[in-house]
């Protein structure tokens, strides 16, 4: 069965750091784009994070461009989200995921891109 | 950056009844549009994929149309397991954004 297990999350202080890490099983992980997508209290989805198989390519959304930084180890099947100066409004649950394509026949030259396996999630709260 | 809308925030239905959640591009997507379930303490569930195809497993109550800005979530025969929190998402473009998630409460 294919399972994300985030862990990591806590208690830190504004500009304080975080690592999460998030353990994959029941697929190849190595073949996989992964995602790191949080939830604020309250509020939507966020996305915040991707790196690709191999690791090619790696984006982040604005509010997180230069604080944090999103590594894989394919070897321990495990992503990760290192957190630095992080502020009060970081405060979420950070969810893993990863990322898909699919196709949609008739139409062979398009690629859908989807979000199909989602941890639990890890609640980071950032207060003094 | 490509911003999504969805209507309403919130809405109210019966058991057996059926719902219509709108989403709305800032700028057209094609149909690079996902939609998700949420419930609260659970992970989030693909339900639909660009636009209008099935994710394997959900069941057929659910259904997605539209393409370029407009798209539409319709939910069918309700019962009390589809009372949850919906998010379109693009994937249009990176990054990939999600709209800001309607809600399903039970009247």
């Known amino acids: 069965e294919v399972h994300l297990v985030e862990s990591g999350g806590g208690l830190v202080q504004p500009g304080g750091s975080l690592r999460l890490s998030c353990a994959a099983s029941g697929f190849t992980f190595s073949n996989s784009e992964m995602n790191w997508v949080r939830q604020a209290p309250g509020k939507g989805l966020e996305w915040v994070a991707y790196v690709t198989s191999g690791a090619n390519r790696i984006d982040y959304a604005d509010s997180v461009k230069g604080r944090f930084t999103i590594s894989r180890d394919d070897a321990k099947s495990s992503l990760y989200l290192q957190m630095n100066s992080l502020r009060v409004d970081d405060t979420a649950v950070y969810f893993c995921v990863r990322g898909d394509l699919t196709i949609v026949p008739p139409d062979y030259t398009r690629l859908y891109y989807y979000l199909d396996v989602w941890g639990k999630g890890t609640t980071v709260t950032v207060s003094s | 950056d490509i911003q999504m809308t969805q209507s309403p925030s919130s809405l109210s239905a019966s058991v057996g009844g059926r719902v219509t959640i709108t989403c709305r591009a800032s700028?057209?997507?094609?149909?690079?549009l996902n939609w998700y379930q949420h419930k609260p303490g659970k992970a989030p569930k693909l339900l639909i994929y660009a636009a209008s195809s099935l994710e394997s497993g959900v069941p057929s109550k659910f259904s997605g149309s539209g393409s370029g800005t407009d798209f539409t979530l319709t939910i069918s025969s309700l019962q009390p397991e589809d009372f949850a929190s919906y998010y379109c998402q693009q994937t249009y473009i990176t990054p990939r954004t999600f709209g800001q998630g309607t809600k399903l409460e039970m009247k």
């Open positions: 700028h057209p997507i094609s149909n690079f």
